[in-house]
């Protein structure tokens, strides 16, 4: 059986656990990240609205995964209604922008130039500016130690590993629904070209075997 830790060790291990615990749940709460995956139907348009503070800087990045021609088109309203972002049919894109007011910002996907195709969308907004990884990093004067700069390279490869997750499984979710149109597209062709063999097939057959067939005059009785 193993022996109990040491209180001292135990004691440590709290110390060394709360900072980056507590520091966790401020970052939560400066930053904020939204990703969603939704339908735009044909001839429809889709808001999102978010109430966003002054000088509070968001990012807002999307794309079309399946879909038509694979475009939307997207705008962003601030609170008194001005556009501060227009684009249209875009496949995919991004945006950075600083606010000036306070208030709800309206974000915007609209599939209306589309009159029979639906689209799907992936938007990632981020809100704030994102904290540092180690309290007073900014302002420091001495280096970081062995384990802070470890921690903060496992940080940025963290952030690195999440970012190429997300484009690739994007990219995934594209081609699969690409390759689900192809090969749609090749099995209602091969129905086609099976019912043109038969009809071309059955064709040859009759029309070779009325070459063959003997057309017996027809016998009239001679009167007397």
Known sequence: MRSPAPAGTLGLWRRRLLPPLLLLLVRAEVLRCTQLTFELPDSAKQCFHEEVDQGVKFTLGYQVISGGHYDVDCFIEDPHGKTIY??????????????????????????????????????????????????EMGNRVTALTQMESACVTIHEALKTVIDSQTHYRLREAQDRNRADDLNERVSYWSVGE???????????????????????????????
Do not use: W
């Open 194 to 224: 099976t019912v043109i063999l038969f009809v071309v097939s059955i064709s040859q057959v009759v029309l070779l075997k009325s070459f063959f067939t003997e057309k017996r005059p027809t016998s009239r009785g001679v009167s007397s």
């Open 86 to 135: 227009k684009e249209t049919k875009k496949q995919y894109d991004s945006f950075f922008h600083q606010t000036d007011i306070k208030g709800i910002y309206k974000f915007c996907f609209s599939n209306e130039f589309s009159t029979f195709s639906h689209k799907i969308v992936f938007f990632d907004l981020l809100i704030g500016d994102e904290p540092p990884i180690l309290p």
